[in-house]
């Protein structure tokens, strides 16, 4: 799959789009708080089945309920469609779980 560098107006459609997300540091971010640790490892385990798929993997870091996700396509050194098509697949999952953002 090829994937593009996105330009500033498509990053600024992309932060309305996605619910949850922000572009932070130059990465697109987001952040889950869950029940407890079991849900929040359920969710990193489907969105680690979904990143596998995808060939695009995430950087992530879970503190008991609370999962933070940051996207970036690092060989071509900024944000490109396949964070956006990544952090999309994120949002679909059910159920819905608790953005924070």
């Known amino acids: 799959m090829t994937s593009k560098l996105l330009n500033a107006e498509e990053l600024v459609n992309l932060t ?8 932070k540091n130059g990465r697109l971010r987001s952040q889950w708080i ?33 999962v933070t996700i940051e996207l970036i396509t690092h060989d071509l050194g900024g944000l490109s469609t ?6 999309r697949a994120i949002n ?7 953005p924070e953002g």
């Open 92 to 98: 679909s999952l059910e159920p819905k779980v608790n």
């Open 82 to 87: 396949r964070d956006a098509q990544l952090a």
């Open 16 to 23: 309305e789009e996605l619910y949850g997300w922000k572009i």
């Open 34 to 66: 869950f029940k407890d640790f079991v849900e929040a490892f359920g969710f990193i385990a489907k969105v680690a089945m979904l990143a596998e798929q995808m060939n695009h993997h995430p950087e992530w870091s879970n503190v008991y309920a609370k």
